[in-house]
């Protein structure tokens, strides 16, 4: 089963959520692997205090062209739907940091004069951490291209009982990388008129891609009750409530997780776990 975290907004309690709901799924002797894919800025590890053991660079295929085959016809800039390859009296250029390393380019290309080099955009790192596998990616800095790691990210998980995905936040296209093929998402919010804003961004997300999902809201006693309305009016379950707890300030601040500090939340995330592998579990959105 893989589980994602994700949000329509940062700030929201997803990476809380996604670290102590692997260690509970750990405690309880399962089989479970958390994979950090908020590669822009992961911090997972920061909880969960890895030890990683490998590191590998992440590449994705950018084109190269042979200028000596080329003879300016500008069908590989045609083809291009980001403009990372243009053509210039004649001349062909490329930048490959705007390239999503579709081929086609070098599919179109009617000299053959296209293939394709290496161009790393981060590192895959893996280890474990409190009894299960742990993944994240580290996307090299100034890099705008975060879905090709996050896929290489997800490529490293073994064949564990369970995932759990700690998406980045927003609803743009490296959420969508984290999230496809999910089998279940909880979406973690806070009871504001932006928690309220960006949950319903993030609602409509999953809805496209027809992925069963809940609703956690953190800091669930401050704010307005206009989350839980939502949710009552579009039939959507809240599955997980934490309050605005100082307990869970202080633990938090310490680099601690909660459901392995305090025992009244370990309470509340191993029941998170029970629920979410009951098959019972339906798409309520």
């Known amino acids: 089963m893989i589980i994602a975290i994700a949000s329509g907004k940062g700030g929201t309690g997803k990476t809380t959520i996604a670290t102590n709901l692997a260690f509970a799924f750990s405690r309880q002797g399962r089989q479970v692997q958390l994979l950090d894919c908020d590669v822009e800025e992961p911090n997972c590890h920061i909880f969960v205090k890895p030890e990683l053991t490998t590191s590998q660079p992440a590449t994705v295929a950018v084109p190269r062209v042979d200028e000596e085959k080329c003879s300016g016809c500008g069908t590989c800039a045609e083809v291009c739907q980001y403009s990372a390859i243009v053509c210039i009296k004649g001349k062909v250029m490329v930048f490959p940091e705007m390239c999503h390393g579709c081929g086609g380019c070098m599919r179109f290309c009617p000299e053959a004069a296209i293939d394709e080099s290496a161009r790393e955009v981060g590192l895959v790192e893996t280890g474990s951490a409190k009894g299960f596998h742990f993944a994240q990616g580290r996307l090299r800095i100034g890099e705008v291209m975060a879905p090709p790691l996050i896929s290489k990210v997800k490529q490293s998980a073994n064949q564990s009982e369970i995932t759990i995905i700690d998406a980045p936040p927003g609803t743009s296209c490296p959420v969508i990388e984290a999230v496809r093929d999910s089998d279940f998402i909880v979406l973690a919010t806070e009871p504001t008129p ?42 959507i379950n809240i599955i997980l409530e934490i309050p605005n707890d100082r307990a869970i300030a202080e633990t938090y601040s310490r680099g601690e997780l909660i459901g392995q500090s305090l025992d009244n939340y370990a309470a509340v995330f191993s029941d998170l776990a029970n629920r979410l592998m009951d098959q019972t579990i339906v798409n309520f959105g």
Do not use: S
């Open 194 to 235: 932006f928690g309220l804003n960006d949950l319903k961004l993030a609602v409509e997300m999953v809805r496209v891609l027809k992925v069963p999902f809940a609703v956690a809201i953190n800091r669930c006693d401050v704010g307005d009750h206009a989350v839980k309305q939502y949710c009552e009016k579009e039939g």
